[in-house]
């Protein structure tokens, strides 16, 4: 599974997904400590965030370690939205940039950690960037956010519907609009930290108390007002 990070809160660096905290996802990227699947997050990544209400959206095919120009990208990208992701591509899948998170869509920036079988996805959305299963993923939120339904039932509608395609499906989601974050816990880890924002991540961050599980399947909605956490059955 790759590993993915997102904060909403007061105005922040993009450092502080990646490189400040000790188990960022730059570490991440080489050494995971709760990784299942796959041992290392080489075969990309990518940076998302906003300025003002647009999303702005930055995506490599090599190893963030290897990227002379991300120290300074990400110091200079401040916003008080952040999501990134580091990738380990699931075996069949290509390593191109329309396969690596985050998926873009207006104003939405996703991504996915997991698995799951394209015949399960393809049938929810009309087209795709990449043949990757997570980019027809994308297009499945994609499609059903563009016809106006509300992130919080569009999430677990596709996860039900590819789970019911696939029940060995991996579908933990991250999904931002720039004002709220939404995400789902099916199949792998993924935790949450209360500060004077919300950090959600893939693994903690780092060693500091206070982060907090969420349960598998179910859906974490945070908002400027709070934190929710829903089971999805
Ligand atoms: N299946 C996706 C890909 O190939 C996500 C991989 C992962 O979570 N490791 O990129």
Redesign the pocket.
């Known amino acids: ?2 590993r993915h990070a997102a904060w909403l809160g007061p105005v922040r660096s993009l450092t502080t997904l990646i490189s400040d905290p000790g188990h960022g996802l730059l570490h991440q990227s080489y050494a995971p400590r709760l990784q299942k ?2 041992t290392v ?1 080489a ?1 990309g990544f990518g940076f998302g965030w906003y300025d003002g209400s647009r999303p702005v959206r930055y995506r490599r095919t090599v190893p963030v370690w290897s990227d002379a120009n991300m120290p300074g990208l990400a110091s200079a990208a401040r916003s008080h939205c952040l999501i990134a992701a580091v ?4 075996v069949g ?1 290509p390593i191109e940039e329309t ?3 985050p998926f873009a869509d207006g104003p939405w920036l996703l991504s ?5 079988g394209r015949e399960a996805v393809r049938p929810l959305a009309a087209d795709a960037e990449s043949v ?3 980019a027809w993923l994308a297009a499945a939120v994609f499609t059903r956010l563009r016809d106006g339904l509300p992130l919080a039932g569009v999430l677990p509608a596709v996860v039900r519907a590819a789970s019911e395609g696939d029940p060995e499906a ?1 579908l ?1 989601l991250l999904v931002t609009g720039g004002s709220h974050l939404a995400a789902v816990a099916w199949g ?1 880890t993924l935790f949450t930290h209360l500060e004077e924002g919300v950090l959600v991540a893939s693994e903690p961050l780092d060693d500091r108390p206070g982060w907090r599980a969420v349960p598998d399947r179910s859906l974490l909605l945070a908002s400027p007002d709070g934190v929710s956490v829903t089971p999805i059955d």
Do not use: F, K, L
């Open positions: 599974m790759c699947y796959g997050n075969d990738r380990s591509a699931t899948m396969a690596t998170a996915h950690n997991g698995r799951v990757c299963d997570s991996r933990n792998d």
